[in-house]
């Protein structure tokens, strides 16, 4: 998923630097969501992760 977050900033930039203001807009909100999402995912394993653990 931070894979895909990476890809999505990286057409964010590269729409800003070519001048395509609404497609940068749009990568650059689904890369924040998908970086959000990916942080709650990690946060939530590692809680799990050490909680079941033996």
């Keep these: 998923m931070l894979r895909w977050t990476i890809i999505f900033v990286i057409l964010a930039i590269v729409a800003a630097v070519f001048g395509f203001g609404g497609i940068a807009a749009g990568a650059a909100s ?14 939530l394993s590692l809680i799990f992760g050490k909680r079941f653990k033996t």
């Design 30 to 43: 689904i890369a924040k969501i998908l970086f959000f999402v990916f942080i709650v995912l990690f946060l």
